[in-house]
């Protein structure tokens, strides 16, 4: 008897377990609450942090910069920077995209 309980246990967490791993949601609303109301939702002229976090859920960048204020990758894998500065090269890292079934 002890067996059979056990044994049912363990077959409906796997059954559980599986069904949480195949769930995936595609499309969907995001939904977020802002103290402030945006006025500009163009990246370049973002000032205030809504705006800026509206601006990064929109857009994607090569680059960032990290606490220390340095540039690292993003987008990018890597890149040259010309000696004259006027050439950039990127290199961009391959991004993995989830295709629906």
């Known amino acids: ?4 309980k056990t044994l049912l ?3 409906l967490i796997l059954f559980i377990f599986s069904l949480s791993i195949q769930a995936v949601n595609y499309g ?4 977020l ?3 402030q109301l945006p006025i500009e939702l163009n990246p370049i002229y973002a ?6 976090i509206i601006t990064r ?6 680059v960032e910069l990290n606490e220390k204020g340095e ?3 993003h987008l990018a894998e890597s890149w040259e920077i010309e000696k004259e500065g006027r050439l950039f090269t990127f ?7 989830f295709v629906r079934p």
Do not use: V, W
């Not at 969907?28 to 939904?31: D, I, R, S």
């Not at 859920?57 to 090569?62: A, N």
């Not at 290199?91 to 995209?97: A, D, G, Q, V």
């Open 47 to 52: 000032a205030n942090e809504t705006e800026q």
């Open 91 to 97: 290199k961009l890292r391959e991004i993995r995209t």
């Open 71 to 73: 540039l690292t990758a």
């Open 57 to 62: 859920q929109i857009f994607d960048s090569l």
């Open 33 to 35: 609450k802002f103290q």
């Open 9 to 11: 246990i363990t077959i």
């Open 28 to 31: 969907g609303e995001l939904k």
């Open 1 to 4: 008897m002890k067996y059979y």
